[in-house]
């Protein structure tokens, strides 16, 4: 059994290890309840980032990949950033592209790329500069800046005040071209209201609005997808009572190895999720890495599907604290969890950072079970007199 245990356990370390050394040399990883790069300091690599509170005051040659609940980048980027937290300001200057996900998504600085944005709220200031294209979907928008190409744009209230260098293609509930917002191409969109356009605002192609589809026709579609969806998440709740009823001593020893490195779990997460897809494309290409690939991919599989499992036992050890009862523990979290996951917009944002707060916590685990004086203090009451777990 002990290696039986020892494989599994030890082949996905090994896996993470050695696609760890190959890009391990051109990575810098920082976290904890504040993570800083100085104004005047230069970091010359790609930088995972996690923490309460991430400033990025200082230079970056590389790519910036963040994930907190307040984060701001007031320096320069020399390569693009993805980025998700709850409040988020890039400020500073990206050479590359911008893919953001947060609460409330403020941009004010410049892009040299692409900018793709995910959030409820946000604002494009007027002296912030896209060069290129963007991508957004958001509930409140306002942008004041300046777009060089495209923008393509879902949003239930969007304002322009800026300019945007060629089309528009918007799915809105509202769209309003105020004071003198410049468009240099057409503005196709579909909206049950009129375009809002002020006198001074100018339109150098043509405007065309659309008709939504109407109610009645959608609502069949609704009837289907929301017990669909219902459905899932009760399954999803009833597999993690079952997973924790069979080991309940493995997801008491994970979520306790977590609890107190939070940031690094998240840190941890994010990095494996980027990662892991490069490593398995490596291995696919050459003809010798394709059984590896296989093998991995199906470990990987299996790691990401107990992510969810796995965070809702963390969150609901974070809640119940005193409780000894783990399926108490895994019911908790496991309803906030996927009531998080259900939330319209920000749903796919919590999804991402609750399957990354998983993987980081499973890894953390991994690292400790090679440590022989490794202990999780006393197991709660469901778990004793259990034989499931490791």
Known sequence: MDRIKLLFV???VAFVVAGWVVVAHAQSFRSGNNVTVRSGQTVNSTLFAAGNTIDIAGTVNGDVFCAGQ?????????????CAAQNLTI???????????????????SVGGNATIASQSFELQSNATIARDMTMGSQHATLNGKIGRDLAAGSNSLTIIGEVGRNVQAEVGKLSLDNDAKVG???????????????RAVVQGSTTRHEPTKQPQKQPGMWVVWPFMLYFYITCIVASLVLVLLFPRLFEHVARGARG?????????????????????GLMITVIGIPLAVLFGLIWLVIVLLAGPVAAYLLGRLLLRRSSNALLIMLVGALILYLLYALPFIGP???LVGTWFGIGAIFIQWHHAGRPNYTVGPLPAASRGSNGGM
Do not use: C, E
């Not at 307040?70 to 993805?82: A, E, I």
């Not at 191409?185 to 006198?199: C, P, R």
């Open 10 to 12: 030890g082949l996905p």
């Open 70 to 82: 307040n984060v701001h980048v007031s320096g320069r980027v020399r390569g693009d950033v993805l």
């Open 91 to 109: 400020s500073g200057t990206v050479d590359g592209d911008v893919r953001l996900a947060g609460q409330s998504v403020t941009l004010s600085g």
């Open 185 to 199: 191409g057409d503005i196709n969109y579909t909206s049950q209201n009129t375009l809002h356009k002020s006198s």
């Open 261 to 281: 490195h939070l940031g690094m779990a998240l840190l941890v997460g994010l990095a494996a999720g980027i990662l892991m897809p490069i490593i398995l494309a």
């Open 349 to 351: 944002l919590f999804w």
